[in-house]
């Protein structure tokens, strides 16, 4: 039963990268990964999260923006209710535009956080059980922040490796399991604060539900499919006099999909999400889906 938890809700908590424009630029988010239920291992894991943006077809000049994170993993199970989890986010940001390129790419924001066991499988009738998990956590200026890209390097202020501010996060996830079938609920919620140049990314909020089934395959290993409804906001970007930067406001609903694989200590993940509604930049801009990939080794 652990093991089963621990492959399904590592596939459904992928890294969400929000977008919100300012002059058609992009900010990231890193919620959709971090708070793991159901499971009582410790793991290390790697993953590649890919997402990419284009300008809608009357806009000009046309724009296409590739956003790559790598991202490391570890967590550690410290007793029965309580876990510790660090990540570690490499970005590589690209925009190509008729006669220009950007470039930005190195080391991201890192986040720690502990997470709270609350329910622990809570029978709540034959074969069926409910877990739930808490976490907070915070995101630490450790990427670079770069101020007024927009007349520097023709870049948007949004498209920084880091978002120069610390970030308090809060999560939690339940799942409700009937033998090898289950419904996954998931809520995150991050609030930047005023950086050193006075400027505050807004907030973002994760919503997600996904309905998964486990395949015991004959030779011990877990298949688990997945698929759902997401739904990630962005809010409005605020400056040096606390006014709304332009276009920075963005929401997206997206249908998550994916499939993993349960080899005894090793987990290979492949997820996508898909954009069903969508508006950032007033409309300027279209995300295409999301794809991820990840490796995991639990012990």
Not at 140 to 157: A, F, I, K, N, W
Not at 258 to 278: F, H, K, M, R
Not at 281 to 297: D, E, H
Request: hydrophobic share 40%; with cysteine.
């Amino acid at each position: 039963m652990t093991r089963k938890f621990f492959l399904v809700v590592v596939l459904a908590l992928q890294v969400v990268i929000s977008y919100g424009c300012d002059a058609c630029g992009c900010s990231f988010s890193d919620l959709g990964i971090g708070l793991l239920t159901g499971y009582d291992r410790t793991f290390v894991g790697i993953g590649l999260q890919t997402a990419n943006y284009s300008s809608t077809q009357d806009h000009q000049p046309s724009i296409q923006d590739r956003l790559y994170v790598l991202d490391v993993s570890l967590r550690i199970r410290l007793n029965a209710r309580w876990q510790f989890q660090a990540n570690v986010p490499f970005r590589h940001n690209l925009r190509n535009e008729p006669g220009f390129k950007g470039l930005r790419q190195g080391l991201s924001d890192i986040r720690i956080q502990g997470n709270y066991r609350i329910l622990n499988q809570l029978p709540l009738g034959s074969k069926t059980f409910l877990t739930l998990d808490a976490g907070a956590g915070i995101q630490m200026p450790t990427g670079r922040y770069e101020y007024d890209l927009v007349h520097q390097e023709s870049l948007p202020d949004n498209f920084s490796l880091g978002s120069g501010s610390w970030a308090p996060m809060f999560l939690i996830n339940a799942i409700l399991t009937h033998s090898d079938d289950g419904l996954i609920l998931t809520g995150q919620y991050m609030q930047y604060l005023t950086n050193t140049r006075s400027i505050r990314f807004g907030p973002q909020t994760f919503l997600r539900t996904v309905a998964f089934h486990n395949v015991v395959l004959s030779n011990g290993w877990i298949l688990s499919p997945f698929g759902g409804l997401q739904a990630e906001i962005q809010g409005w970007n605020r400056d040096e006099n606390d006014l709304r930067m332009t276009d920075t406001y963005g929401y997206a609903l997206s249908l998550p999909a994916g499939v993993g694989l349960d080899v005894q200590s090793w987990v290979l993940n492949v997820s996508t999400a898909v954009p069903v509604y969508q508006s950032f930049a007033n409309g300027a801009m279209v995300a295409k889906p999301k794809f991820q990939v990840q490796f995991i080794f639990a012990f």
